[in-house]
């Protein structure tokens, strides 16, 4: 199906979301970033899947989003623990978990390899990017950390970006590098969920982390051709033109 990637929005009770014709279709629930949920765009996106892309629109100058608030109040978000992204599936299903979403549709949209021992070590992959976001978080020097002062900040993002970071990012050129066959794809010759995993990781991030995430990639050459081949995938290319600009 051609994805119908319409920038048209519409905004009805303070959610915004791309126009879509009165089909059954998927159904992405989260705010208006990228965040959590650019995982599973990016999926419908080498899919080609048309979806509705519903987005809560955070009040400028706030944390607050009014049609978010309201989702959890009406129990849209229960199965994500009042929390989003959620996907709602053609046949009226509700899955929640960002990972879980992610998998399903790669699954779904055969991007887990072609029998289970590649879907094994995309897994793997995954997990293992996952471990590296997790970590990061742990660092607490983001935006959204309030209890540390900027000098506690900068200093835990020196020591992420300059030693940490590169350590773990070694360990998983070397895992990927047991399992890579073809050029520019993670496991097997056709993009896969692994791909956009460590295109995520690399690439996806904070704007003002974006050069040292690059440069803590520097020494790992096959996780900076992966992340290349991803984004110079056209349909990838075609969502990055047309996706809505949001600040995160």
């Known amino acids: 199906m051609i994805m ?13 979301a791309l126009a879509s014709p009165a089909t059954k279709k998927f159904q992405l629930k989260y705010f208006n970033a990228r965040g959590a949920a650019e995982g599973c ?12 892309d519903t987005r ?24 994500n623990l009042d ?9 009226g299903v509700t899955i929640g978990q960002s990972k879980a979403i992610e998998r399903f549709l790669a699954r779904r949209f055969g991007m887990m390899g072609t029998d289970d021992v590649e879907a ?30 900027d000098e506690e900040k900068e200093q835990a993002q ?7 970071m590169p350590i ?36 996806e991030c904070f704007p003002a982390y974006q ?10 050459p096959l996780l900076l051709e992966i992340c290349e081949s991803f984004s110079n995938n056209p349909k990838v290319c075609q969502w990055m033109e047309q996706r809505p600009a949001t600040n995160f």
Request: net charge negative; hydrophobic share 40%.
């Open 56 to 79: 809560y629109e955070i009040t400028p100058g706030t944390m607050e989003a009014p049609a978010f608030k309201a989702a959890k109040e009406n129990g849209d978000l229960a199965m």
């Open 120 to 149: 094994a070590l995309i897994d793997c992959i995954t997990e293992h990017c996952r471990d590296v976001k997790d970590a990061q978080t742990r660092k607490r020097f983001s935006m959204f950390v309030k209890d540390r002062t």
């Open 168 to 203: 773990l990012l070694a360990k998983i050129e070397a895992s990927v590098k047991q399992g890579a066959t073809s050029k520019g794809f993670a496991v097997g010759s056709s993009i896969s969920y692994a791909d956009m995993s460590i295109y995520s990781l690399l690439e």
């Open 41 to 52: 765009r990016l999926i419908f996106a080498i899919a080609e899947e048309d979806y509705e």
């Open 83 to 91: 929390r989003a992204p959620v996907l709602i599936t053609p046949e």
């Open 211 to 220: 050069e040292a995430t690059l440069q803590a990639a520097n020494d790992c």
């Open 4 to 16: 119908r990637f319409s920038l048209l929005l519409s905004i009805v009770s303070g959610c915004t």
């Open 158 to 164: 020196k020591e992420w970006f300059e030693t940490e």
